[in-house]
Structures are given as structure tokens and as C-alpha cells.
């Protein structure tokens, strides 16, 4: 079987991962991670070459192109050593141990990952990106091979000593030792993380820092979630700033809806233009927060444009979410995204293109690579009015129009990759992104994409013996679920639950965290490994410390059985929030950045919730116009159950002897072991929920 320029096909031909795939056609003697690769390493005595990437990474794409595709550099890696290739999405215990060895060894991590190993796994030089001569300050890579291949043979004392001690910093940055505490940390934490939080804002262009730029959602939900409870007006304004500035820049396609991986600049301009579905997730219930707490038309639009873009072209025809969109198409980054004025004035014509280039900054000069323009709002349409003598309304309709029209000129481009690999864990976030909008916003489509896909999950991604898997990609692959699979669909469960208190969910999230319990949980430390039980990790048994580019798995586990203490009565869940906090207080004390998923959940463990039980027709045209009202009220430490007694099935504990009053839809609200008397009416409930008459 020949293939691309007459090359036969590796082995990862035969793989589903499509960056994998990406790769099979390279002269490189690619294995991917298995037993035959790893015994070939200890057979030969060779070292390993590891290389990590995901298929939609620029500089992933670069380094294939230059280096693995180079004949004269495939001979020096398959004659010298052990070639791996990793698919960080498929396999993020690997990921995050290797990753942990490049930041410890070089204090910067990143994809695509290289790290060489001992046939026993043992990292002992590691990098990113390194071009196929030196250049841009970076030693070429065939110049890497051959120097780590000689150090190998005429010195491997010294290879040996250095992969032992990395391999030592890896495993005791992986323990909790004497950090762990025995009690959740009190609540003067939490403030002392919003201020250090602050002080590193950036007040000008909001986020977080300077270039590059990344959202950063779990720092900005705990600033909104304890500015809004603890009425403190800095935090809250630092998130509308940030919200407001990604809405507007390049980092949002203000074409398609959805937002791309990172800013490259402090301004939100020029992105990194992949996307990923977990930040589609994780923002969409940003910007959802922060609309049901200010009602700003902005932030509203921002969901439903994003959620669309999710539905539209990141939706497999059985339910599942699809995992990322390219950054380039036809070898270039951000071309499919970017506009001349000429290619605008193409499509519009005149004058109508005139003034979106004016709205949108398309320019001669451009602000992107060869003279191009990144999309974002150079002038709001306030202002194009006045220049253009046309009123508001007027200048918003031509811009409505615009958009639509170059949406489907862009259409026809040669469109990014798409990697199709459906993963759970970013599949639970955005099944709690999709049914938090339903719910909130009365969108029905919403919802049913949520149900779809938590049956993809786990009709397609569950064992027989009811245990989840972690990826899929034309059939499901063996590698068993991680703590985050576990975390995030036990959590969009939850919110599937409180979205249609339909009891299944929550019966379902209820059977995933006792599952999650015996599979990862630490008895030694406390917290939860990354791998399961009986799982043979690479090198050390990884637990995530810090959030990542999502948040940890440790954090969205605590949230979610705080939430599952209160929705079934049983006091083990609120036991082992607490124990779990406890074993992170020294990390959440240090770097309140890489720990706000946990500081939301200790947040939230002191403050206890508020309760909101609806009892009698709850599934009534009725009784779900009153759900729909409760969800669009901002109450970060609700949580919501309801029963129909006329249904005949068991109530949730939180519901148990509460009767509708005279057979109407009842509700009782909760908070600080005291109860409200039942309402039954709109105007009664609305104060009750802490509402200030933004409903």
C-alpha cells in the first residue's frame, strides 16, 4: 500500500486518532504507545522518543511538515531510537506526566511535547517545538538527535543519573506530603485569592497578565461567583471588562460564533485559531453566569452564538461533541478566519462593505501575517451612526446583513480540520453548558443536543459492568476512563437533573461518583488520582494539582459532591468535599491561578447552599415556565429538585415530606438550616432567591 508522494504508510495508519493519522504517512518508524514499542526499547537497549501533540496544533502541524517529514532526519531518529507518537487528548496521563518533566526540566511545557526516555520510561531531556536547523534561539532537531544519541552511548552514567532525578522530582510533585490539611480551609482564603487574583488583572484589556492571553474561566467564575455573593463591585467590574474585550476581539469569531484557544496579544486580537470544544463549553457558561446576573443583550448573544457554532459544526450525527477545529487550513494558520477589503468588497459590494471593514478593522495594512485582517469590533455601531448619519437600528441591521452574507462566502473556503474524536470529559462540560442555556434561556434545542449527548455517552462510552471509557473515534477506544471523565459527566448529569428533574440523571450521577470514589480516590493523601485503580501508569500514578487549560478534575469533582450532599441527603458526599479540600489547602494557599476550580468549591462548601425544592406538576407547561424562571437567576450556590407526587416514585431526600399545597406547584427554598413557608406563586419566590429584580 503506497501512499502520499508515493510513501508507504507506518504504523499509525492503522490508528483512529486523526493526529495520529496525521503522521502515518512520515518516513519515521512511528509506533504508537504500547507494548510492542516499549519491549522493543528494553530489547535494543534504545532510547525513546516521545513525541505528544493533538491534531489541532499550528506548531504541531509545523514540526511535522519540517522535521518528521525530512528523510535525512526520519533515518537519525529510526536508526537511534524508539519513535512514539501520543495524541495528548487520547492519553492525558502520559501527557501530564511527560509535561511535568518538560516544565521541571526546562520551565516551560507545551505541544508538541519531545521527551526522550530510558527503555524504562524515564524522561531525561525534554523540549517543545524545535526546527529542523537552529533557528529563533532553538537548537535544530537533527543536531538534538545526534547529541542525545552520542550522550546516550558515550555517557549513559549521566543519563542514567539525570532521568533518575527527574523521574524523583516528577513523583514527589505528584505527592501532597505535609500541604494536606486536616479541615477545608476557612473562608479568609477565598478573599485572599480574589485579591491576588486582582492584582494581577489587567485593567485596561481585562484577563489576566499580558501576552499571550488566555481565558482563564475558573480565576474569572470565582471572582464573579464571590463578587456578586460577597457584593464586592471590583471583581464583578473585572469580569465585565474581560467579557466585553473577548466578545469584541479576534479571539471570538464575530462571523461563526465560537472562540478560539488563546490571544497571542494582551488585547484579545490576534488569536491562536484553533478552537476547542472545552472552551466553547467552559465560556458559554461564563458568559451565561454573567447574563443572568447583569441581563446585558451582550453577553446573552455571546451563548447562543457560541452554542450554535457548537451545534452547527462540532455535533456527530449520533450526539457526541467533537473535540477541535484546526488552526490552519490549505498550510496556513487563521487563513479560513481572515479578510482583505477586497475579498469583502467581493461579497458586499459598495457601500456596505465600506462600513464593515469600518466596523470589523479590515484594513490595507491588516493586523495578521501577509496584510490580512482578524475580525473584531474596531467601531461599535453607536458610533458608526454618527459618522455615517444613519441611526443605530439602521447601522446594526447593514452589519446583520454583512455577516450573514460573508458567513456563506467563508463557507466555501477550504475549511480546517476537524478532529472527530468524541471525549467524555469535554463532552460532560458541554452537556452542563447545554443544559444550563436550555434551562435558562428557554431554548429547546439546547436540551436536546444535552440529552443526545449524554446518551452517546453512555450508550457508545460505558462498559457493560457500567464503567466509562474515555474517547471515541469510529468505535470506542480501550483506554478506560480518567478522573476527569468520571468529574465532568457526573457534572453535566447534575445539571441535566436540575434542567428537567427528570430523576434518571441524577440517579446516573449518583452511581458515577460512587464509582469515581473506588476508582480514584487516595487513601493515603486524600484527592483523587488522575488513572484508575489498577491502571499501569507510565512512571508514577499522576494526580492533577492545578487547573489546566480546563479545570481539574479534583475541583470539579468537589463542586459536584457538594452538590450531590444536598440533591440526595447523604452526608458521605459533603465528608469526602471536605476531606478533598482539606488535601489541597497548601496548593490553593500558593497559586490561587492554577486552583480557582477548588477555591469555587470551598467558596461554596461555607457559604452551604440554597435550596430551591419544587413539589406537584413540575412537569407541566406550568411547572416548567416556573423552572425556566428560577434558572435565570443568578444563584451560584443553588441547588434545584423537584417531584411530582402524582407520578407515584420515590421523592429525593430533598423533598421528602413537602406536599404541594392544595395539589398546585409548591415551592420551599432553604438556606442556613432555615426554610421559607411554601409559595406558590412567581411574585412570593422571586425575593426568596436573592433576586433584586433583575428578572
Known amino acids: 500500500m503506497t501512499t502520499e508522494a508515493g510513501r508507504r504508510p507506518n504504523r499509525l495508519i492503522h490508528e483512529t486518532s486523526p493526529y495520529l493519522r496525521q503522521h502515518a504517512h512520515n518516513p519515521v518508524d512511528w509506533y504508537p504507545w504500547g507494548e510492542e514499542a516499549l519491549a522493543r526499547a528494553r530489547r535494543e537497549n534504545k532510547p525513546i522518543l516521545l513525541s505528544i501533540g493533538y491534531s489541532a496544533c499550528h506548531w504541531c502541524h509545523v514540526m511535522e511538515r519540517e ?43 507545551g505541544w508538541p511535547l519531545t521527551v526522550f526516555l530510558t527503555p524504562d520510561l524515564r524522561p531525561f531531556f525534554a523540549g517543545t517545538y524545535f526546527p529542523p536547523e537552529d533557528r529563533y534561539g532553538r537548537p535544530g532537531f537533527k543536531r538534538v538527535l545526534e547529541t542525545l544519541h552520542r550522550a546516550y552511548t558515550n555517557d549513559p552514567q549521566r543519563v542514567a543519573e539525570t532521568a533518575a532525578q527527574l523521574a524523583e522530582a516528577v513523583r514527589k510533585f505528584n505527592r501532597l506530603g505535609d500541604t494536606a490539611a486536616r479541615e477545608v ?12 487574583l486582582l492584582a494581577d488583572a489587567d485593567r485596561a484589556y481585562g484577563g489576566f497578565g499580558h501576552a499571550p492571553k488566555f481565558p482563564s474561566v475558573p480565576s474569572l467564575q470565582l471572582l464573579q461567583q464571590w463578587g456578586y455573593l460577597a457584593g464586592h463591585e471590583r471583581a464583578l467590574a473585572h469580569v465585565d471588562r474581560t467579557l466585553e474585550r473577548m466578545a469584541a476581539g479576534g479571539i471570538y469569531d464575530q462571523l461563526g460564533g465560537g472562540f478560539h484557544r488563546y490571544s497571542v496579544d494582551r488585547y484579545w486580537l490576534v488569536p491562536h485559531f484553533e478552537k476547542m ?53 490549505e498550510g496556513e494558520e487563521g487563513k479560513f478566519f481572515v479578510w482583505r477589503p477586497d475579498e469583502v468588497r467581493a461579497v458586499l459590494g459598495e457601500p456596505l462593505a465600506g462600513l464593515f471593514c469600518l466596523a470589523y478593522g479590515v484594513t490595507a495594512d491588516g493586523n495578521f501575517e501577509g496584510g490580512a485582517s482578524v475580525l473584531h469590533v474596531a467601531l461599535p455601531p453607536e458610533e458608526l451612526a454618527a459618522e455615517r448619519g444613519l441611526s443605530v437600528e439602521e447601522v446594526q441591521r447593514q452589519l446583520a446583513e454583512a455577516r450573514e452574507r460573508l458567513f456563506a462566502a467563508r463557507e466555501a473556503r477550504v475549511r480546517p480540520h476537524r478532529d472527530e474524536k468524541v471525549l467524555v470529559d469535554w463532552n460532560g462540560l458541554m452537556i452542563s453548558a447545554l443544559a444550563r442555556a436550555a434551562a435558562a434561556l428557554g431554548e429547546p434545542k439546547y436540551l436536546t443536543a444535552a440529552r443526545r449527548a449524554a446518551a452517546f455517552v453512555r ?41 428537567t428533574l427528570e430523576r434518571e440523571y441524577l440517579d446516573e450521577a449518583v452511581r458515577l461518583a460512587a464509582r469515581m470514589e473506588q476508582l480514584f480516590w487516595d487513601e493515603e493523601e486524600g484527592g483523587f488520582f488522575l ?3 489498577g491502571y499501569d501508569a507510565a512512571l508514577v500514578r499522576p494526580k492533577e494539582l492545578w487547573d489546566q487549560a480546563v479545570p481539574s478534575g479534583n475541583g470539579v469533582a468537589a463542586i459536584t459532591l457538594w452538590r450531590l450532599s444536598f440533591l440526595t441527603g447523604e452526608d458521605r458526599w459533603r465528608v469526602r468535599t471536605s476531606e478533598l479540600l482539606a488535601a489541597f489547602v497548601g496548593q490553593m494557599t500558593r497559586n490561587p491561578w492554577g486552583t480557582a476550580s477548588l477555591l469555587l468549591a470551598v467558596d461554596l462548601y461555607h457559604r452551604g447552599p440554597k435550596e430551591i425544592a419544587l413539589v406537584g406538576p413540575v412537569y407541566s407547561p406550568a411547572g416548567q415556565r416556573l423552572l425556566h424562571r428560577v434558572h435565570g437567576v443568578y444563584i451560584p450556590h443553588r441547588v434545584i429538585s423537584g417531584h411530582d407526587p402524582e407520578r407515584g416514585d420515590d421523592p429525593p431526600p430533598l423533598l421528602r415530606e413537602r406536599a404541594p399545597l392544595d395539589g ?32
Request: hydrophobic fraction near 35%; aromatic fraction near 10%.
Open 67 to 109: 522535521s518528521f517529514s525530512d528523510p535525512d532526519i526520519a533515518r537519525v531518529m529510526n536508526e537511534h531510537f524508539v519513535n512514539i507518537k501520543v495524541d495528548r487528548e487520547e492519553r492525558p496521563d502520559l501527557d501530564h506526566t511527560y509535561q511535568l518533566a518538560a516544565q521541571l526540566l526546562t520551565r516551560q511545557g
Open 277 to 329: 470544544l472545552y472552551d466553547n463549553a467552559l465560556l458559554s457558561v461564563l458568559y451565561l453566569e454573567a447574563w443572568q446576573r447583569t441581563r446585558r443583550p451582550l453577553y446573552e448573544r455571546i451563548v447562543r452564538e457560541t452554542l450554535d457554532y457548537v451545534l452547527r459544526e462540532m455535533t456527530d450525527p449520533a450526539g457526541g461533541f467533537y473535540a477541535t477545529q484546526d488552526a490552519d487550513s
Open 185 to 196: 480551609p476557612d473562608p479568609d482564603l477565598v478573599e485572599s485569592a480574589v485579591d491576588r
Open 664 to 695: 398546585r406547584l409548591t415551592v420551599y427554598v432553604c438556606e442556613n438550616f432555615a426554610c421559607s413557608p411554601p409559595v406558590t406563586a412567581w411574585g412570593e419566590l422571586e425575593p426568596l432567591l436573592g433576586s433584586t429584580g433583575r428578572q
Open 459 to 499: 450508550e457508545r462510552l460505558t462498559t457493560p459492568e457500567g464503567d466509562l471509557l474515555h474517547s471515541f473515534k469510529d468505535k470506542a477506544a480501550s483506554v478506560p476512563g480518567f478522573l476527569d471523565d468520571y468529574a465532568c459527566f457526573a457534572a453535566g448529569l447534575v445539571d441535566l437533573y436540575e434542567a
Open 531 to 533: 488513572t484508575p485503580a
